[in-house]
């Protein structure tokens, strides 16, 4: 059983387990006030050229996600996102559950927002008698495997800033995003051109994980204790500080996202090779296929995957995840299976 259901079954890259088991027998102080932490926010504000950057660790994609929008927005103002964004499809109600609405654009299969998407709701909320918006939400890689360019992210930029929005980038596949091959986005770029945005760990390699990036300095007062109002701080914080070190700081966190991506990008060539089509075709860690009905028990019993949408009455579209951990040979196996069972 071939294993592409999500990137984070896996406990964690080798390199993070030892660094753990080493300093195991330490007594650290808690709560992130720690060298570890120190040490890993002052490595990311290096790499991002932004030594004003306010860096907080939390422990997963969701819980930074609305962690940062309650922070950062008042009552009565909400998030602008895609369709298919994460915070509206996959977080069971997170960020609404702080009170801020969630504003759709009905966005393309890439998944990605555009200033064309982005001001009719901003023109809509011009009537004070409705939600005002306030935070641009967007995500690299995009839900649907598709990466922005920097061209893209120049563009949201300047729209929000002339629109008195905030940029904030999930980060939760930061990794991949930046191994996909026309990737031209590097982390200076998001400190400048957005206002917060996160390194994801937790699908790249770290047990757990997520190293959030304040830049705007009127976004940074406060933080740590909504932090801890929304039971977002980990007691053992020194295990995030130290994962993200060991990930980062000779650039191993770089070199097992472009595997995983390498590895899907083998997996979605050779499914087309066999003629089978994406929806969309994915730059990152994770592909599309779209597989009529009566190859879903074929696929059942070869690997594990997650059912995405519906096609057609008569086909599916599945999604395929690979990792640090995934194998040549298990996209090799995997490929060969599949076409003998076809």
């Known amino acids: 059983m071939y294993n592409f259901r999500n990137d984070y079954s896996e406990a964690a890259h080798p390199a993070v387990l030892s660094a753990i088991a080493a300093h195991n027998g330490e007594h650290v102080i808690g709560y992130g006030a720690d060298d570890y932490c120190a040490s890993a926010a002052q490595l990311i504000k290096n790499l991002c050229r932004c030594p004003e950057a306010d860096v907080q660790f939390l422990i997963g994609g969701t819980q930074t996600n609305f962690t940062a929008i309650a922070a950062f927005l008042r009552p009565w103002e909400g998030v602008i996102c895609a369709h298919t964004g994460h915070v509206n499809g996959h977080e069971g109600g997170a960020v609404e559950a702080t009170g801020h609405k969630l504003l759709q654009a009905h966005a393309a299969p890439d998944g990605k927002l555009t200033p064309e998407l982005i001001l009719p709701l901003v023109e809509e909320g011009r009537n004070e008698h409705v939600v005002l918006p306030r935070l641009v939400y967007i995500s690299d890689a995009t839900e649907n495997g598709v990466v922005y360019t920097l061209a893209e992210l120049e563009a949201l930029s300047a729209c929000c800033r002339a629109n008195n929005l905030l940029l904030f980038l999930d980060g939760a596949r930061l990794g991949a995003a930046f191994g996909a091959a026309e990737n031209d986005v590097t982390l200076p770029d998001l400190a400048r051109l957005t206002d917060a945005f996160y390194i994801g760990g937790t699908k790249n390699g770290a047990l757990m994980g997520e190293a959030l990036v304040i830049v705007n300095p009127?976004?940074?007062?406060?933080?740590?204790?909504?932090?801890?109002?929304?039971?977002?701080?980990?007691?053992?914080?020194?295990?995030?500080?130290?994962?993200?070190?060991?990930?980062?700081?000779?650039?191993?966190?770089?070199?097992?996202?472009?595997?995983?991506?390498?590895?899907?990008?083998?997996?979605?060539?050779?499914?087309?090779?066999?003629?089978?089509?994406?929806?969309?075709?994915?730059?990152?860690?994770?592909?599309?296929?779209?597989?009529p009905d009566s190859l879903l028990p074929v696929l059942d019993a070869l690997c594990a995957y997650e059912v995405w949408t519906r096609q057609d009455e008569r086909h599916t579209v599945i999604r395929l995840v690979t990792s640090f951990a995934t194998q040549a040979a298990d996209v090799e196996g995997f490929l060969s299976d599949l076409k003998a069972a076809l």
């Open 218 to 291: 009127a976004l940074q007062e406060g933080f740590f204790r909504i932090k801890k109002q929304r039971g977002a701080v980990l007691a053992k914080g020194w295990l995030l500080g130290l994962q993200f070190q060991t990930l980062l700081e000779d650039g191993l966190y770089w070199t097992i996202a472009r595997h995983a991506v390498d590895m899907a990008q083998a997996l979605q060539s050779g499914l087309e090779a066999m003629g089978i089509p994406m929806a969309p075709r994915s730059a990152s860690n994770m592909v599309f296929p779209v597989v």
